[in-house]
């Protein structure tokens, strides 16, 4: 795959770069006013349809959250509004000014971090130094100013993931799209890793548009939460609870209806009644299996059913 951030680089993933397809790289902000705006866009791979006639508009400075069941094409939409997949101009519009994080931070293990951050700036911002002074600001914005000069393998997980949001920042997009950047990193780092991205995104207020897989991520983040299914946004969501969120009722009846549209069902919990839990298909997470999210990846995960899961495809709830 690319690198993560701008100027977008050709996919290495197997997907025709939109240089060799010769079709149209979404570049231009849409002229209606929005940071994002898709109508009618398809996505084929080869007979495999994955976005389906699909509409999706996001505003100046909104904070929009992704959820879909695994391969339901949350990253062939995020790719594409990247610029990292063709697509006609006339169906899907983002403004040049945009960044993207993916789940590793896809730093290079041979350039100092602040040479990551920079990278793909321009030489003339490099060659007068400014380079290295945005570096080090956008470190300092995340908590890394003391690691400027580190090498990349130094870095904890949660740090490095830090290093790659400097590298968006550093790059003010209008546009930073997320994702499931903190699907690897354990629960507390996930936590501040939620807390540093709400003070960025209300630092510099970019339209976000986070893929994750966890339900409460979503809500704890999100002023809206949509849902990928059949290749269009099946589902939409407000999230009208005021920051910092916190898992009372509506938190609550908001998660269930969401799980409800991932295809999992949930009971409990009820005066302390174990939870029950129909493993979902692969990739949702939910905060009900907290046990798998604290063991890590890859363990199994024995819902109150008895059926067994991969805590991989489970873990990653929050509260
Ligand atoms: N380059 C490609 N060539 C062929 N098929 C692809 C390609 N990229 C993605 N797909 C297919 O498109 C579908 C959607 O993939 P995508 O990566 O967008 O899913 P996703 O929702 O991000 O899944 P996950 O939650 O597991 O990350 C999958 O069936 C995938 O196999
Ligand atoms: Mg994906």
Redesign the pocket.
């Given at each position: 795959m690319a690198s993560t951030t701008a100027p977008l680089p050709v996919s290495s993933?197997?997907?025709s770069s939109p240089a060799a397809s010769g079709a149209a790289v979404p570049g231009d902000a849409p002229r209606d006013g929005n940071a994002v705006r898709v109508r009618g866009f398809t996505r084929r791979?080869?007979d495999?349809t994955?976005l389906r006639d699909l509409d999706l508009d996001i505003a100046p400075g909104e904070f929009v959250a992704l959820l879909?069941?695994?391969?339901?094409?949350?990253?062939?939409?995020l790719r594409t509004l990247a610029g990292l997949d063709a697509a006609p101009a006339d169906q899907v519009s983002a403004p040049a000014a945009r960044a993207v994080v993916f789940q590793e931070p896809r730093l290079l293990p041979w350039k100092r971090v602040w040479r990551n951050v920079t990278l793909g700036l321009g030489r003339g911002r490099l060659k007068s130094g400014l380079g290295r002074v945005e570096a080090a600001t956008a470190l300092e914005e995340v908590g890394l100013g003391h690691r400027v000069d580190a090498w990349p393998a130094t870095l904890s997980g949660g740090e490095a993931q830090r290093a790659a949001l400097a590298r968006a920042l550093v790059r003010e997009p209008r546009l930073l799209l997320l994702d499931?950047p903190f699907a690897a990193l354990d629960a507390l780092t996930r936590i501040r890793m939620h807390q540093l991205v709400l003070s960025l995104w209300r630092a510099h207020r970019p339209a976000v548009l986070l893929?994750t897989?966890d339900v409460d991520e979503a809500i704890t983040l999100a002023d809206r939460v949509l849902v990928?299914a059949d290749g269009r946004l099946a589902v939409e969501e407000k999230v009208s609870l005021p920051r910092p969120r916190e898992t009372g009722p509506e938190f609550q009846a908001l998660r269930r209806r969401l799980l409800g549209h991932l295809g999992v069902e949930q009971a409990g919990p009820r005066d302390g009644a174990p939870l029950s839990f129909i493993p979902p298909a692969?990739?949702i997470r939910t905060a009900w299996n907290r046990a798998a999210a604290v063991n890590g990846h890859g363990v199994p995960y024995h819902g109150a059913n008895g059926a067994q899961t991969n805590g991989a495809q489970v873990a990653g709830g929050l509260s």
């Open positions: 993933n197997g997907v791979f080869g495999v994955v879909g069941r695994s391969g339901s094409g949350k990253t062939t939409l499931e893929v897989h990928l692969a990739g």
